[in-house]
Each structure stands twice: as structure tokens, then as C-alpha cells.
């Protein structure tokens, strides 16, 4: 069933799950800040909308795609929704904003909260997993255009989508960081690091060490998620009620300091390099 669908978000997410999108029919408004991020997805089939407001007129679905919780409520703050519009919001902003969001939207606006795991390759195929909370009822009402981004998952009440991605980033970032800190150990101890990859591919790094080791070889990585949204996702989860002095808290100082240094644009694989080698580098 083809809908009418505002897009809002053109990131390096965002922009591959709206060219699906319009690929597959809908009648897709799309609208970024950076207006020239809508040519691949006009080229697909969208509308490029001059402003947000101008998007979300008499669209059935807004999709929101956005940086933070900032971005997120900024952006939703100056617009006017149609009554009866269903709202999905899809960044990965913690269930304190999404609860934050529901109090500002009017009473007859839908609102699903729908982060997604995967990466820009899996937006590009359709096969993001995403984390949908909210009333079955309002769930299974944008599921349909949802499944053509991914598999959905209905994991509770409103927010429990963002909790549940909060939970998964946690365990996935501080995966990263605990490599790098094992590699680092590993220089320190004169280990060298091929060595020490294949003896951390036999434990329960393993899935983690599969993915980061060729990452880590090339002399190039493209971005795929940004070490700044990393360590925007771990101060989210601190400010959601981990421990202060825990693990959590000790990665976010680790990643912290990479974005201090420059490298926020960077891939997140980034922060492994950094604690290998046992100093923050500059990006450039």
C-alpha cells in the first residue's frame, strides 16, 4: 500500500532508508538541512520539500532521522502536524526524549519510537533490525512501510524502543573500546597485533574482532557510524541511570576525548586505533 510520507533526516542513514522508501512507491517528501543531500533521493523518485513544514502538509507518516535528542525536539517543536498523522521517530535520542516528545505533540498526532540496529549498508538493503515501541495498535499501523526498511520488532510501551537501542549500543560501543584496550595492552606487553587478534578471535570478541580487524588493516574507512554519535549514545545511556563510575561511564571519557581530538566524523572503529596505539591522534 503506497502512502503519502515525509522523510525528515538525510544523514548517512537516513538518506538510504528514504531513497527505499521512494523506490517502493510512497509518495515520499523529503527535506534536510544541507538541501543538496536530496538529490539522490529526488533522483529515486522523492519530492524535495523547501522546509520541514512544507514536507509533513497532509502526509499520513512523518519519519524523523536526526542527529539527537536536541535535533529531534528542535526540529518537531516548529512544526504543525496534521491530525492523524502518525509520527515514527527513528534517531537514537533515549526514552526520555521520546517521553519528552509525546508531552508536545498534540493528543491526535501517533507517536512510534523506532531506532534501528544496522548500519549504512544495511539501510541500503533493507535489512536493519528495528526496535518499534508503542501501542500494538499504532506499531502494526506503520509496520508495513517500516518492514521495507528492516525487520520490526515490537518490544513494549512507548520508549522501549529507544531502552532497548540504549541497551544494544551500550554493549556494541563498549565492545570496541574493551578491543582497543586489549590491543593496547597487547603493544604494551611486546604482543604484536596480529597475534593478538587471533588470539582475541577465540573468546567472546570474537564476533567484534571479525568485524573491526580489516576496519583496522585498510588505510581508509568510510565512515559508518560516527565516533561522536557513539559517545552522544553512551552520555545518553548515563543519563538514563548507568552507573557513574562504571564501565559505561569509563568508555564515554574514552570516546570523549577522540571527539576532543577531532575525530567525531570519524568511523567509530577510530577509537580502537587510538587506544592500540596509546595516544588520541588528530584527525586529518
Known sequence: MQLRIAFLGLGRMGLPMAIRLARA??????????????????AAGAHSAASAQEAVVGR???ITMLSDPGAVLGLLDGLTLDPGTALVEMSTIGPDTVAELRKRLPAEVTLVDAPVLGSVPQAQSGALHIFAGGSAEDVARCAPVLSELGAVEHVGALGDGAAV??????ATINSAVLLGEA????????????????????TTLAPITGVMRPRLAASHQPTLFALGHAEKDLRLALEAGARPDGVIAAAQRAL????????ADEDVSAIIRTLAEGSTRQAG
Open 165 to 170: 537501542k540504549l541497551v544494544v549500543n551500550v
Open 25 to 42: 512507491g510512497h509518495d515520499l517528501a523529503v527535506w534536510n538541512r544541507t538541501a543538496d543531500r536530496a538529490e539522490e533521493a529526488v
Open 60 to 62: 499520513q507518516l512523518v
Open 256 to 263: 570523549a576525548e577522540g571527539r576532543d581530538a577531532g575525530l
Open 183 to 202: 590491543l593496547g595492552l597487547a603493544a604494551r606487553l611486546g604482543i604484536a597485533r596480529e597475534t593478538a587478534f587471533d588470539a582475541l578471535g577465540r
